[in-house]
């Protein structure tokens, strides 16, 4: 049961000012999100309703003064704005129809309330999300399942950390995968409780969870180096975060980045590249990427090597010219052996 009261804030805007909204209003509220109207076929295309969900009632001028300048940038005349308290079963009938079952990869990822035996073949995920982030609906967590999917394919990980673990469901998929240590922590004290509820519901008796901001905690600290960390975060928080992602990751050791979007790709890519992480991977949903980085392993044949041969597996050999100017990897440099994936294929 869900004892905060609940606010949404909601308005129009054009497909093309929803980018912009997002990024900007990432901060507000406990989340943000887009749906897409019915297009009303007009000349400028389909309308997109912003949703954000706040705990408590939001300031409305605060709210406004926020979006005005936004609703300039976008050369809007004006935004109407709708507030209203959301009731607890309003809240819940909405997670309960997002958290539709739904395959990505090998994951069958399914709500408590629905028990139907999995798919033959799968990896089932029982989640209760409740706040917290991670019902597998949204491209940044279907990305980081899909990379974690293709990795189970032709690598095994011995000790993981999750990030911004949320409803803990990339650390239960990761669990699920290899026989692995894991370590969820989050900022959010409500989201490290749902994480750890979400692992004992699946006995996944190897994920820790901890309270942790980034990689400031004596847990994240104590558990290093790790093989695999998750991340689906921001690229802010990513880019803020990539020197302290570097030093927790073991020499070869690989990074799965989301909560981007593919305009940010590049920065977030530059980023990282200049803490010596080399872009392996790369998944375009919509408007989501994600990101899967390596860190050099340290040995003087490696650094004189060059980047080598493409990873064995799915992933094939980048083509430059399909993605050119989006793969500059800072000090990694050339990208031979990253490979990309647009519209839910690795490429
Ligand atoms: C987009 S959600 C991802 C949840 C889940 N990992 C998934 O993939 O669906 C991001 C999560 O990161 C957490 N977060 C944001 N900044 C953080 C920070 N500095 N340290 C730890 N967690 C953070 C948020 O509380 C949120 O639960």
Request: aromatic share 4%; hydrophobic share 45%.
């Amino acid at each position: 049961m869900i004892e905060v009261p609940l606010w949404q804030s909601r308005f129009v805007v054009p497909g093309a000012a929803v980018e912009l909204f997002l990024a900007e209003l990432e901060d507000t509220g406990i989340s943000v999100a887009a749906f897409e109207e019915a297009r009303d076929g007009g000349a400028d295309g389909a309308l997109w309703r912003i949703e954000l969900m706040h705990r408590g009632e939001p300031d409305q001028q605060e709210l406004a003064a926020r979006l005005a300048p936004l609703a300039e940038r976008s050369g809007l005349d004006r935004i109407d704005l709708t507030i209203a308290p959301l009731a607890a079963t309003d809240w819940l009938a909405r997670v309960a129809e997002s958290f539709t079952p739904r395959r990505i990869g090998r994951f069958w990822v399914h709500g408590s309330h629905l028990r139907a035996a999995p798919p033959t073949g799968t990896v089932a995920i029982e989640l209760d999300a409740g706040l917290a982030f991670g019902s597998g609906e949204h491209e940044s967590t279907r990305g980081c399942l899909l990379a974690l999917d293709d990795l189970a394919r032709r690598r095994r990980f011995r000790r993981v950390l999750d990030v911004g673990c949320g409803s803990g469901i990339l650390a239960i998929a990761a669990a699920r995968c290899w026989p692995a240590a894991v370590l969820a922590v989050d900022n959010d004290q409500g989201a490290v409780a749902v994480a750890a509820a979400n692992a004992r519901r699946n006995d996944a008796e190897r994920v820790r969870t901890a309270h942790s901001d980034g990689y400031r905690s004596r847990e994240v600290r104590a558990g290093a180096p790790y093989d695999l960390i998750l991340a689906n975060i921001l690229a802010d928080p990513l880019c803020d975060m990539a020197r302290d992602l570097a030093r927790h990751l073991a020499p070869g050791g690989t990074a799965i980045l989301a909560g981007l979007f593919d305009k940010q790709a590049p920065r977030v890519i530059g980023v990282h590249g200049a803490a010596g992480l080399r872009l392996r991977a790369r998944l375009d949903l919509g408007i989501w990427t994600t990101l899967v980085v390596t860190k050099r392993r340290r040995t003087p044949d490696a650094a004189t090597r060059g980047p080598g041969p493409p990873a064995p597996g799915r992933l094939r050999p980048h083509d430059p010219a399909a993605d050119r100017g989006s793969e500059e990897c800072g000090a990694g440099g050339a990208a031979a052996s990253v490979a990309t994936r647009r519209s839910g294929a690795w490429r």
